[in-house]
């Protein structure tokens, strides 16, 4: 008899990201950053920028008020957030290569999907009705949540929203702090490298440098493993 490979398991849901994940908006929030700091005077520099990559925005407020930009943190989120949304309403939305595609691919196979982001819901929403039906079906912004990424309660509330297990869901993230948050959440983690280097982190079942060539299968053979594996693990 000839042995047939295992079947892939799907994922319930792909959970994904938005900064630098599936639309280039890093460097806007860090020209953001730069302008804001420039205002007051303070000093900024690009490894501070790339410090805050994946971080929570009262994380960067908080940052940026220690470095000299005299605002209450809440005024820094909300000057920033406007700053990014101004810009992209500007034009078309800065799409990642192949990540557009692949949401709308998972759409087409019935594989629910989530958007899971530390910006402003006002912000996240920009992306999501881009998308329109053939996108998102739960939004999970930073302002729905109390703890931040790297804490995994953003991924836990939009597993929880779909109705499935967070260890069947697949997540894409493209920084170490996003990252950690995934996997604390039980997710099979994809890391796709943009901004910042990603090949030593701790974490992660599969890393990549891009989802230009990912389709919705090549996304089961990448991830399939690492969920039967976890499968078997809940099995027993």
Not at 49 to 59: A, F, I, M, T, Y
Not at 63 to 71: F, H, N
Not at 92 to 108: D, F, K, Q, T, V
Not at 133 to 156: I, M, T
């Amino acid at each position: 008899m000839t042995a047939h490979p295992p079947a892939l398991v799907p994922p319930a849901a792909v959970l994904w990201d938005m900064d630098g994940t599936i639309i280039d908006t890093e460097p806007i929030w860090q020209q953001s950053q730069v302008e804001l700091t420039d205002r007051y005077g303070a000093v900024w520099t690009h490894e501070d920028g790339l410090s805050l990559v994946g971080s929570g925005l009262e994380r960067s407020g908080e940052i940026l008020r220690d470095k000299g930009v005299d605002m209450e943190v809440e005024e820094i989120v909300q000057w920033m957030t406007d700053y990014v949304m101004e810009r992209l309403r500007g034009g078309e939305l800065p799409w990642r290569p192949g990540a557009r595609e692949l949401i709308e691919g998972l759409h087409a196979r019935g594989i629910p999907t989530a958007l899971v982001t530390m910006s402003r819901r006002k912000m996240a929403l920009v992306a999501a009705e881009a998308l329109g039906e053939r996108g998102f079906r739960v939004v999970v912004a930073g302002d729905d949540v109390d703890r931040p990424k790297p804490y995994p309660d953003a991924y836990l509330s939009a597993a929880a929203q779909l109705g499935v297990d967070p260890t069947a869901c697949v997540a894409i993230e493209d920084s170490a702090t996003g990252v950690a948050s995934a996997v604390a959440s039980g997710a099979v983690t994809v890391a796709v490298e943009h901004i910042v280097p990603l090949s030593e982190i701790t974490g992660g079942d599969v890393h990549l440098t891009t989802l230009a060539d990912v389709d919705v299968d090549r996304l089961l053979e990448l991830t399939g493993p690492a969920l039967a594996a976890r499968t078997q693990e809940v099995a027993r």
